[in-house]
């Protein structure tokens, strides 16, 4: 197999750096690391690799931080995903959004890497609020495939896979990817890339059996108490998980770097 990419840069948010799947040493490892890892496999020591994603970052932050690093390191692929962060707020402006993402893909593309797109997993169906936020969801992905179409970018499809309903795919936030989420988006990524993948990361565990009424309100609360007070308060206190975050991967080395 000749793999032609060899420098990558991720860009995004917590989707891409990889929450919720550690490390032994609690750090985070994500779809992107998995990808590097297997691109790095492929075409040898030489093959370099950046993550620039943080946690909490909304879409002008990461087209004004990252989007410029990245280029300025001109790999031979860029992963770009963002705007989760934006459809959950209130400040929401789907028609700016839309335009500065065609605006910044184009920029990606005119330094000639190849560039990867995502349109987003139904995140929504756990999740308070889908009424309001599904059709922002919506938008969005609708204006991704648009996108990646008009500025021949590849685009991976998470929202057409219905296997991303399946509970065990998510962590304990019902916002972030688990382990075995992880390993499916790579594996996606990777078949859309037309490398070849380890076919464990495309296996599904079988959905859990229904949960009862009483059981299934507690873990509501419970869920409630953990996360979703505190991502009230961070939005209340004009906060976010990423305020004292750098990126893991700043600068495109080696993997055993």
């Known amino acids: 197999m000749s793999v032609r990419w060899r420098s990558y840069v991720a860009v995004g948010d917590s989707f891409t750096e990889g929450l919720d799947d550690a490390y032994p040493d609690g750090s985070f490892r994500g779809w992107a690391d998995l990808v590097a890892t297997r691109l790095a496999a492929e075409v040898g020591p030489d093959f370099a690799y950046a993550n620039l994603a943080i946690r909490g970052r909304t879409f002008p932050s990461v087209v004004a931080e990252q989007a410029p690093a990245a280029l300025a390191m001109k790999p031979d692929l860029i992963s770009f995903a963002a705007g989760g962060n934006d459809v959950l707020r209130r400040s929401f402006d789907p028609d700016a959004l839309v335009s500065r993402f065609d605006e910044v893909v184009g920029r990606l593309r005119s330094g000639g890497a190849d560039v990867l797109l995502f349109r987003f997993a139904d995140v929504m169906a756990r999740l308070p609020g889908q009424r309001l936020i599904a059709p922002r969801v919506a938008l969005l992905n609708r204006a991704v495939g648009e996108t990646a179409e008009r500025h021949g970018a590849i685009l991976v499809d998470l929202y057409a896979d219905d296997t991303y309903l399946n509970p065990l795919l998510w962590s304990t936030d019902r916002l972030h990817l688990s382990p075995a989420g992880h ?23 079988p959905n859990p059996e229904p949960t009862p009424w009483l059981s299934a309100r507690t873990a509501d609360l419970r869920w409630a108490g953990q ?31």
């Open 183 to 205: 390993r499916r988006v790579a594996g996606q990524v990777l078949t859309a890339l037309g490398v070849g993948c380890d076919e464990e990361w495309l296996l599904v565990p």
């Open 227 to 257: 996360h979703l007070a505190p991502w009230i308060k961070r939005r209340l206190t004009g906060r976010s998980s990423g305020d004292t975050r750098t990126a893991k991967r700043p600068t495109l080395t080696p993997l055993t770097d």
